[in-house]
């Protein structure tokens, strides 16, 4: 459960929904579970953090060994990531990173603009997960000191070239490039034991026969009257067989015999049509972004990683 950089504006839904299922029995006695140099963490600050993943657990119906397995994970995982964040709060004391009542107004004015909320709304919100606007106040200034941080220790730090974008846009064409839409047509047997008829159309096909006549004469599909069409179709939209079946036929090209799950096929590429691409230049700004928030949140990690090593941090069982 590695901690990646939340920023204020989206901050809304995470709060109130970490604040919404807290509730944690009264009588269980707190007690330190760790200690981060000069700061400690309670037993109280750990279980209301694990609450909204606790109950996650629980509403899954899991056996009681695997439902326990599940809930140490969680534990540890947030524990760890509560250390992580204690360490962060050191540095921004360090720092003399500091942020004033201004700065918490317009974030909670941008939370409010981007929900349409009116103040009255935010309160509602708030009141319906049993967060009080006290508490909402105090997790946004904290979320803005860490951003400071952020900038102060990482952010000018990162330079993202134009290579950097150019190699992420290349490396990835399944997000920019052009997406092939093949036109089928099919022609369909029922039945897959008469592969010797299908052989027969088959044959005729290799001799010059129209498909879309073939289609009309002998598929036993729906749509063989008219000539087996089928549509525009991605491979990704077709099962792994016929995948494979169509993906090395050019236009004009038809396919060896398949075995589908509807009966013998033999599919008919009309047309292959390269559509959707999006250039490099419509797509550098968007990539630039992306980079540069994950290497935000790598070099943090590593920075954070930096200062565990010299910690003194002692978990107590």
Known sequence: MRKKIIFFWVLFLAVTSSFSETAFSSQVVDRIVAVVNDDIIRLAELNRAVAPLEAQIFSKGLSASREQEEIYKVRSEMLDNLIEEKLADQEIRSAGIFVD?????????????????????????????????????????????????????????????????????????EKYGAKKKYLLRNILILDPEKYDQMRTIYEQLESGMSFADAARQYSEAGNAGDGGGLGFF??????????????????????????????????????????????????KDEIRQLLYEESVNQKFQSWIDELRESAYIKIIR
């Open 101 to 173: 009542e201004r700065d918490v107004d317009n974030a909670i004015e941008q939370v409010k603009a981007m929900n349409y909320y009116s103040d009255e709304d935010l309160r509602r919100a708030l009141a319906a997960s049993n967060v009080t606007m006290t508490e909402y106040r105090a997790e946004i200034k904290r979320q803005i000191l860490r951003n400071k941080l952020v900038n102060y220790k990482i952010k000018s730090k990162i330079i993202i070239t134009d290579a950097d974008i150019e190699k992420y846009y290349t490396d990835h064409p």
């Open 234 to 283: 991605s491979l990704e939209d077709l099962a792994q067989n016929i995948q494979t079946t169509v993906k090395g036929l050019s236009a004009g090209e038809f396919s060896e015999i398949t075995e589908t799950d509807q009966g013998l096929q033999i599919f008919y590429v009309e047309n292959i049509d390269d559509q959707g691409g999006r250039s490099l230049e419509a797509m």
